[in-house]
């Protein structure tokens, strides 16, 4: 298992993480079929914005525990940098209330450019903000 801290932005599916639902956007339409919605995640190492698809929207909470396999951590239809399934990968919800979480930093605030050594990776260029500027801190 991965932790948040350790994603970066790939084309491919090969995230394997667990964390804890914080906070969950309005659910909108894409393209008038699919059901999307931005949700806050984090385990104990970092934060990410983690874009629920379709029946995803309902069936996760803030609180739930959710474990992902073949994730993909790309940008998305909105140009913004998310945690997601993907077509090839899975969520399922593992547990409740129960797991240590940070909010900072959150992966999805970090801009992100192709590793001039390496045309297959990519390497933090600068923080945009330590925090999520979606779902910011409640004072």
């Known amino acids: 298992m991965q932790s948040l801290k350790e994603i970066m932005p790939a084309a491919r599916n090969n995230i394997n993480t667990q964390f804890i639902v914080l906070e969950k956007g309005r659910i909108t339409l894409e393209g008038g079929e699919n059901k999307t919605c931005l949700g806050l995640v984090a385990d104990e190492s970092a934060?990410?914005?983690?874009?629920?698809?379709?029946?995803?929207?309902?069936?996760?909470?803030?609180?739930?525990?959710?474990?992902?396999?073949?994730?993909?951590?790309?940008?998305?239809?909105?140009?913004?940098?998310?945690?997601?399934a993907g077509k090839r990968g899975k969520v399922e919800k593992v547990g409740e209330f129960t797991m240590a979480f940070v909010e900072s930093p959150n992966m999805?605030?970090?801009?992100?450019?192709?590793?001039?050594?390496?045309?297959?990776?990519?390497?933090?260029?600068?923080?945009?903000?330590?925090?999520?500027?979606?779902?910011?801190?409640?004072?």
């Open 108 to 139: 999805s605030e970090i801009s992100w450019v192709p590793d001039p050594n390496n045309s297959g990776k990519y390497i933090q260029e600068s923080i945009i903000s330590p925090r999520s500027r979606i779902f910011p801190p409640m004072v």
């Open 47 to 84: 934060s990410v914005h983690f874009q629920f698809w379709n029946e995803e929207c309902e069936a996760f909470q803030p609180g739930d525990i959710v474990r992902l396999s073949n994730g993909i951590f790309s940008y998305n239809r909105s140009n913004h940098l998310v945690l997601r």
